[in-house]
């Protein structure tokens, strides 16, 4: 019961717990391996950061799809370290910031983790952070340049500070030396099993258990396992929006099929899509 | 008849119902399937935000030719819904502004919706709201990234945002990743058909019948049947112009003629044209 | 006679006449059925603004090469409309100007304008307007996108605008989708047939009538007819020049020579250059 | 006698008589047709301006070679007309100044020469002005776009003007639709004719009779005549360098030959090279 | 003993020893030739700039891979210099600054070093002191001309200057003019060899000998000598990340192979990736 | 003898002598005829500004590859002349100047100059001073322009003025049109043969009459003549380097072979490399 399992993140004690809080609203559903691998090994970068004498700051990113879940991962791992500082730095904090602004802005946080024995910083969307955008390219070079120091910056003595960035732009760090800075990476999956999509189902409990049967063997009889490709995020969305429909089950399978990948096989449809 | 159909979407209690009423000055008229369907699933959306408990921000896009009536049709639904708050975001509002200025506006206009437990923005003309313009391409990147962000962000608790936008430049979207930060998105049909400008010409009441009558005969005649292409603003202002001319409907035939668009077949018009 | 003919335009008592007046200085000269078209067109299009109960705005463009006449033309219709408020937006007011005081400037005229029922705005050389040339290219987008915004805003209730727009680089607008904007646009003819140089030339009586017919002759012998391209200000300035010269014909010949196309056939000249 | 001619030339008026005094410092020596059709034709233009009552604003363009004269020809063309208002407009009087300040300079000086009723600008080194390079290319669009609409702006009535521009860069022009705005061009022509550098030795009386036979003999018998290229200005330093030395007309010599252009034939060359 | 090694250097008496002190914190190994050549030469230039009466400003970079040990090593040399001014320019400390205000803190430390007879300034990593980035490219132009200048400027008499600059783009300064700049430069070797890694692994005295030799043995085993790439600072990372394991070893071999470099062979590794 | 040589220049009376002698530290050598022509010739200019009547201002370029001792052979040529202004413009003294403060700068240092009947001014490194770098290419567009204009700008009435720039990148000029500004222009030569190195180590008295010759057997037996090329400036730095060293004649050797140029033959190197 995925419930339960979020019950194991009690309240950090940090500073915006609240904003982090919001982030993980639905829970995160431990709907496949990959899921559980990123809970777990950015668990061991968080033990690392709390018992290591010599490395002082690490930095992990979580980079996939848009709607894939990435910001909720990253606030669970941060909120479960239960460090004394936790703190995330977003784009929609910053609407309307100069550039200047942005990088004073960031850079204070950096500064204030800076304070404390055990901190975390989660940098949501740097992408967006640094107003990226692939025509020209444009992009703020002032705080790519800012980001590229902090992720190395050493804290003060005794101080130490884990840094978990997301992204779904994996592709542009090469170009800009971003990839180099951190010092692990992990991709969040995408769901292309019906068979997940009835585990997510199951955990929602907004379709009769009828209902998600059927719903399922239509997805297989459309021979769509294994050749379409949904973030969590927006299978929450389409799962709620059928809800609404009196015709609950046939919106819901419509809206799947929408997701279909031409050319993704059922068998290895992650793999081909992902290297 | 369409007058009675208005009359159906009293004035809502929100901000900003002079600008929204007056973009649908000359009323909508229900002249197309596509029409019909915009407004319906339109509504459903509204519904779903009025309703959910999960999905707190939802976004649609209506794009469509220059002309096509997409400002009516965003201002209509908005109307229809009688939100608490209700409120058109247009590049004629901030004609001068300068960059931040521009972002300040809008954001503030979030802002204020996150107020409200239910609210509509219409974001109209996105391509003149961030002065987009294809050589170059130029265009605001702060307002683009304050947008890509804006139409994400999740409002506070409770607090429920359905967001409308327009454009005329639906390819632009892609390269600038905004098309995947929409929901959901509709194409706003053209008018190609003598019958469809039969029916607005009767809705309209400054023909005479058989003026009509003959117009539709020439028009046919000339075998333009599926061969033309027009806006129904731009189709309003053709039967102004003609009806202020004495020879109105000779004046009729010619301008619908000249929006004839070479190679456009009788019967596949709309799919050629917007596949 | 022309002058009998400008007689029935009376001062309008709209604001800046006097500027207007300047533009038409030398009177506008019947020369050719392009020139008739545009005046009684023009003509229909005021009627069209004073009568209409529908459309708002209505926008047309004057566009021809340097020197043809287009600023002359677009003030004579504004004048003749005898709307109470008839203002001209000319580069020459704005010379020195940031790109944002052009703007505020631009959208000030016509919020003046929205506040009387009816008016007439005349931008002229709109490619200067905003600093467009065809090296980069470079313009002002800023000024750009207000023109956008501004030939589409709709007035006030009850109030009507029409807007007379001038370029001599039409080429130029499709690319910034400016020449959507325009609901009519008209091509200012150029002089190409010695016989309308002769009617110039009659008009203008600083020419004998034997000098006048020595001098067409002399340009038929040279069978120059249909073969050269002058602007009707260019042939105004020939004209001078030639009548210091104490070699009179000679030297206006000489100039009209001077303005020869290679290429221009006698009959079809202004279709093949012009389309 | 060069001198003699000179002397018709008494003091303008005017408001910059140092500036402009100072340009023809070493006087104009009539060593070539081309320089007399200059002065001519640019006294033709005055008169025009002084009589014309139509034609309020005149513009020529003097260009050539960097040291082929331009200014100093401008300058006494402005000078001998003796027009109350006579200004020079030069990129020397303007280094440092911001692009605002530059326009603002400029506009200055048309509006004061539109207070006088008869008025000579002389816009020197036009490419200079606008700050222009090939590299990329770069130059103040300000500007140009200021220059665009002054040279095309009329003065209030009863004032008329005459515009000098000179620049060693016509082929920037076109690109930037500075040619259409003059009214009639000169190419300022170099000297590449042992004779005619016999006519300036002659009138500067630096080298004695047998010195200058000498040279030309020598410059003769390297079969120069007609394969070098020398601008007036330079021809002018070479003289005096040469003078300091011992060795004068070996030096002299020596330093006409540096200017031979390969290929550039005796006969055809100014056709060559100019067209 | 690496320890007994690192006490002759003594602390400097200079400004800014904690910085560098922080750079060094985890000691330099002489793991390689390469680096005892670097210390050894390094010193060299020290004695020069005491010693010299001539040469008064003398440059070295130090460049190679990121995580090589640039910084560490370029600290140890300045602080064995004991020169009485010590001072660490590094982009950690410009974080937000505009480009004036880097420039004027850059000035500044080289003029503070001129008021000492002997000093030593360290430019860390001047590619991101020059916010460059590798699309367009980027780069602060103002940046990089006042350090292409300071390299080179003399310190007033009698007072001399050791500059020691970083990078990990060795490849971008020879567009910038940059390489021509410096005196002397030396490569920081990466590492390739397990006996490398064992002689590392020997000196941290994080694993027993056991696990050491068990540890090289498996490296061994899966034919990894001279086919990785490693730097001494993520060397130092991977063994302590391994450490927090239950499984030391095996996470330690895990990670150590992923830096294997395809198609870099045992014996000429260094050579083929290097020249 | 060279330091009797250079007794022969007196301190000039002029302003910025400090600078200049700076510049001239190591003395100059004559070591090649190169060196010779240029102080000779540079002298005669030097001379012609002295006596011209006509020729107020001349300027001379030197150009040569980094280390030739252009800075040097400039400041030598100007503390010759006595005249009683001597100026040097260097970007070391401009460092962190916004653009319109250099602009100011190097316009005063003019302006003061025109106030002393005879002037120097000496512009070291131009593509430093407009901040040139051949990436783009950027640089200040301002700065060039106001140099291209101080180039040619005639001096007041009496004020007669010399300049003399330096570069080590000749091959820009030509596009920024800036190699017709100067009136003459020297090449600096660079060393490449092993008599000149010889003499080079004779007049420095730095090794002993043994240690000479042996390098220069070395030298010759390394078949090195002709075929290296070193500027006189990292000459004299690898002569001290060496003399610290106590194995002198081999790290001196070495550091010539370093500065061998492939594929330069031993007898037309010179011609080669520089044309
Ligand atoms: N296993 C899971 N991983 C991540 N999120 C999950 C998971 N299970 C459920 N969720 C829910 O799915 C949503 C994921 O949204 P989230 O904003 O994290 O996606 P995202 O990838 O950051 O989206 P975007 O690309 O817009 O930034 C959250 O509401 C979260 O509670
Ligand atoms: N079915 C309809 N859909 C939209 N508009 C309609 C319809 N029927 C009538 N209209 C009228 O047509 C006009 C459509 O104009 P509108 O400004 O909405 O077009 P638009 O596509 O937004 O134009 P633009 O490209 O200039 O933004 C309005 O006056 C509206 O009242
Ligand atoms: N039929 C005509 N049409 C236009 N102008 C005419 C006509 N007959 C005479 N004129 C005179 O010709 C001149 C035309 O000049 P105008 O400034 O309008 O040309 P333009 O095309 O706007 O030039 P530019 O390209 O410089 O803007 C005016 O002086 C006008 O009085
Ligand atoms: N026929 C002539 N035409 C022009 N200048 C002449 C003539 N005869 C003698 N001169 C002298 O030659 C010099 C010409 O210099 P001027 O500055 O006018 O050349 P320029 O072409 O403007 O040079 P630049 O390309 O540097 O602007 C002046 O000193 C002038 O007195
Ligand atoms: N031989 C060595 N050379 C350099 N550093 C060493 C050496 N031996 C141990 N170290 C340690 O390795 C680390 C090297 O890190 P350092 O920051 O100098 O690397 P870097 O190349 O500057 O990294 P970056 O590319 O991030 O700038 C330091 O902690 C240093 O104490
Ligand atoms: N013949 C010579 N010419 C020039 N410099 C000489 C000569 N003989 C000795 N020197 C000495 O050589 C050095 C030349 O350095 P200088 O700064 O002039 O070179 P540079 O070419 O200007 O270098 P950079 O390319 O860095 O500007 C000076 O110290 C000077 O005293
Ligand atoms: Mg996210
Ligand atoms: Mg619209
Ligand atoms: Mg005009
Ligand atoms: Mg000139
Ligand atoms: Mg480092
Ligand atoms: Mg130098």
Chains 1, 2, 3, 4, 5, 6 share one sequence.
């Not at 946080?109 to 800076?114: Q, T």
């Not at 804290?155 to 692990?184: C, E, H, N, V, Y």
Request: overall charge negative; proline content about 4%.
């Amino acid at each position: 019961d995925f419930k339960a399992a979020l019950d194991e993140v009690p309240p950090a004690f940090g500073v915006s717990e609240n904003e982090l809080q919001q982030c993980v609203q639905n829970h995160v559903l431990n709907f496949d391996d990959g899921v559980e691998t990123i809970l777990t090994d950015g668990n061991l970068f968080v033990e690392q950061v709390r018992n290591s004498t010599r490395t002082q700051v690490v930095s992990i990113l979580l980079h996939g799809a848009a709607n894939s879940g990435k910001t909720a991962l990253a606030a669970t791992i941060a909120m479960k370290s239960q460090f004394p500082f936790i703190k995330l730095i977003s784009p929609e904090a910053m609407i309307g910031f100069s550039e200047s602004n942005k990088i004073n802005h960031i850079n204070k946080i950096f500064n204030d983790a800076y304070k404390s024995p055990l901190s975390v910083i989660v940098l949501d969307n740097i992408e967006r952070i640094m107003e990226w955008i692939d025509i020209g390219p444009r992009f703020s070079n002032g705080v790519l340049q800012a980001l590229l120091v902090l992720l190395k910056r050493k804290p003060p003595k005794d101080r130490r500070l884990l840094i978990i960035a997301t992204t779904s732009q994996r592709g542009m760090l090469s170009s800009m030396q971003l990839d180099d800075a951190f010092d692990s990476e992990f991709k969040v999956p995408m769901i292309s099993r019906v068979e997940t999509v009835g585990f997510v189902l199951e955990q929602l409990n907004m379709f009769s258990d009828e209902e998600r049967e059927y719903a399922l063997q239509r997805l297989h009889k459309k021979n769509l396992d294994g050749r379409f490709e949904i973030g969590i995020k927006k299978l929450l969305m389409i799962v709620e929006v059928a809800s609404q429909s009196t015709n609950k089950v046939e919106k819901f399978v419509q809206a799947i099929s929408a997701t279909q990948v031409p050319g993704l096989g059922a068998d290895n449809a992650a793999f081909q899509r992902y290297t």
